[in-house]
T-cell receptor, first 114, second 116 residues
Framework: AQSVTQPDIHITVSEGASLELRCNYS??????LFWYVQSPGQGLQLLLK??????LVQGIKGFEAEFKRSQSSFNLRKPSVHWSDAAEYFC????????????FGAGTRLFVKA | DTGVSQDPRHKITKRGQNVTFRCDPI?????LYWYRQTLGQGPEFLTY????????KSRLLSDRFSAERPKGSFSTLEIQRTEQGDSAMYLC??????????????FGPGTRLTVL
């Protein structure tokens, strides 16, 4: 069965510091992988997605993620965090076998300190 | 393009009552999804429509839950005989369709349900 693990429930980084959010997935075939961000009172917004090809994916707001098949990981990175990046981040895996379904991780809440 | 809208944004009800939520997708999006999100968790897939056809339902969707998309546009999610465990945020998303590899889901702001 497909699953997504985000090992860190919350992370605190200083503004201007680099960020890496971890994500591990379990899926039998080549997965579709996503990172979403959810700010308080806002809907989920897609940051980036991976389907195939280049394993380093660029997204919006300066985020990138790297797909590593050998480690079943899809970690999200940003070189310099801004206070406005404070939010909840969700990694997700999708499949189109037997219908279109997206499985989300439990999320990592990012706190940014001045 | 006004985005995905959901109504109401908040609903408080007593246990045993029925509730209905509405989702208006982005116009011309032919796929529509419902998810449930409880505190501290990621969204959980409930069901998915391709136009008016409900193509998949999660085992989370008990027989007290029913979803419709009668004309392939807006959708409703009804919960009958609500239980306290139904308290959650109910999210709707839509996408334009086509190959899943190029399909992006756009989420609405959600309906927060509280069952007393």
């Amino acid at each position: 069965a497909q699953s997504v693990t985000q090992p860190d429930i919350h992370i605190t980084v200083s503004e201007g510091a680099s960020l890496e959010l971890r994500c591990n997935y379990s899926y039998g075939a080549t997965p579709y992988l996503f990172w979403y961000v959810q700010s308080p009172g806002q809907g989920l917004q897609l940051l980036l997605k991976y389907f195939s090809g280049d394993t380093l994916v660029q997204g919006i707001k300066g985020f990138e993620a790297e797909f590593k098949r050998s480690q079943s990981s899809f970690n999200l990175r940003k070189p310099s965090v801004h206070w406005s990046d404070a939010a909840e981040y969700f990694c997700a895996v999708g499949s189109n076998t037997g219908g279109f379904k997206t499985i989300f991780g439990a999320g990592t809440r990012l706190f940014v300190k001045a | 393009d006004t985005g995905v809208s959901q109504d109401p944004r908040h609903k408080i009800t007593k246990r045993g009552q029925n509730v209905t939520f509405r989702c208006d997708p982005i116009s011309e999006h032919n796929r529509l999804y419902w998810y449930r999100q409880t505190l501290g968790q990621g969204p959980e897939f409930l069901t998915y429509f391709q136009n008016e056809a409900q193509l998949e339902k999660s085992r989370l969707l008990s027989d007290r839950f029913s979803a419709e998309r009668p004309k392939g546009s807006f959708s409703t999610l009804e919960i009958q005989r609500t239980e306290q465990g139904d308290s959650a945020m109910y999210l709707c998303a839509s996408s334009s369709g086509g190959p899943f590899s190029s399909d992006t889901q756009y989420f609405g702001p959600g309906t927060r349900l509280t069952v007393l």
